[in-house]
């Protein structure tokens, strides 16, 4: 089992900036494919981006493609989501998420059986 914190929240004018980061703790990090998802009021929760275990594979939804990166650290247990040119339409609360059987990263959030708390991300026009 893993345990999942993201941080790195907050409020920011829209063409900002910021990095969510998930730090992970209990079994081997490497083990895990790790992905982004967020989820606005009244609407489902939605594919971000996912990274392999090795950080070779990517994927990121077509509506942050270009402008969120995603990264892990594995020597620090630690996924980002480093997000620029935000506008008010990203304005969620963002999800870390976790799985180890997967072979293949996944886009489909019932894929994962871990997941943080969220941290909420507020982008004002």
């Known amino acids: 089992q893993v345990q999942l914190v993201e941080s790195g929240g907050g409020l920011v004018q829209a063409g900002g900036s910021l990095r969510l980061s998930c730090a992970a703790s209990g079994r081997t990090f490497t083990w895990y494919v790790m992905g982004w998802f967020r989820q606005a009021p009244g609407k489902e929760r939605e594919f971000v981006a996912v990274?392999?275990?090795?950080?070779?594979?990517?994927a990121y939804a077509d509506s942050v493609k270009g402008r969120f990166t995603i990264s892990r650290d594995n020597a620090k247990n630690t996924v980002y989501l480093q997000m620029n040119s935000l506008k008010p339409e990203d304005t969620a609360v963002y999800y870390c998420?976790?799985?180890?059987?997967?072979?293949?990263?996944?886009?489909?959030?019932?894929?994962?059986?871990?997941w943080g708390p969220g941290t909420q991300v507020t982008v004002s026009s």
């Open positions: 990274i392999g275990r090795s950080s070779a594979n990517t």
């Open positions: 998420a976790a799985d180890a059987t997967m072979r293949e990263t996944s886009t489909t959030p019932s894929e994962y059986n871990y």
